[in-house]
Nanobody, 125 residues
Framework: QVQLVESGGGSVQAGGSLRLSCAAS????????MGWFRQAPGKEREGVAL???????SYANSVKGRFTISKDNAKNTLYLQMNSLTPEDTAMYFC???????????????????WGQGTQVTVSS
């Protein structure tokens, strides 16, 4: 049974930093593409960043240069380091897993079959 559990969310002032974690279990962690998504109140969920099986990363334009996705295969844990946070980053953040074998991966939600429950990030001005 695949399980994803996020942690690390909280409240921070603009300009601050947070590091989110996602503990995974129930599958071969190193073989999956992992992604971070977020959903702000009244908005659709959007892809933030992904890291594929080989460690290649991709980011949404809105977070490039500020967020860093990484993973520790030994700990089955995914991370999202978020720096220079702004109120526009306020959202529920979700990690997700794409276990399919693909030539390339994207932040298309439909590709990710497994999702965590989310962790709230609130950035105040």
């Amino acid at each position: 049974q695949v399980q994803l559990v996020e942690s690390g969310g909280g409240s921070v002032q603009a300009g601050g930093s947070l590091r989110l974690s996602c503990a995974a279990s129930g599958y071969t962690y190193s073989s999956a593409c992992m992604g971070w998504f977020r959903q702000a109140p009244g908005k659709e969920r959007e892809g933030v960043a992904l890291i594929d099986r080989d460690g290649s990363t991709s980011y949404a334009n809105s977070v490039k240069g500020r967020f860093t996705i990484s993973k520790d295969n030994a700990k089955n844990t995914l991370y999202l380091q978020m720096n220079s946070l702004t109120p526009e980053d306020t959202a529920m953040y979700f990690c997700a897993a794409d276990l399919s074998q693909r030539l390339s991966y994207t932040l298309a939600e439909s590709s990710y079959k497994y999702w965590g429950q989310g962790t709230q990030v609130t950035v105040s001005s």
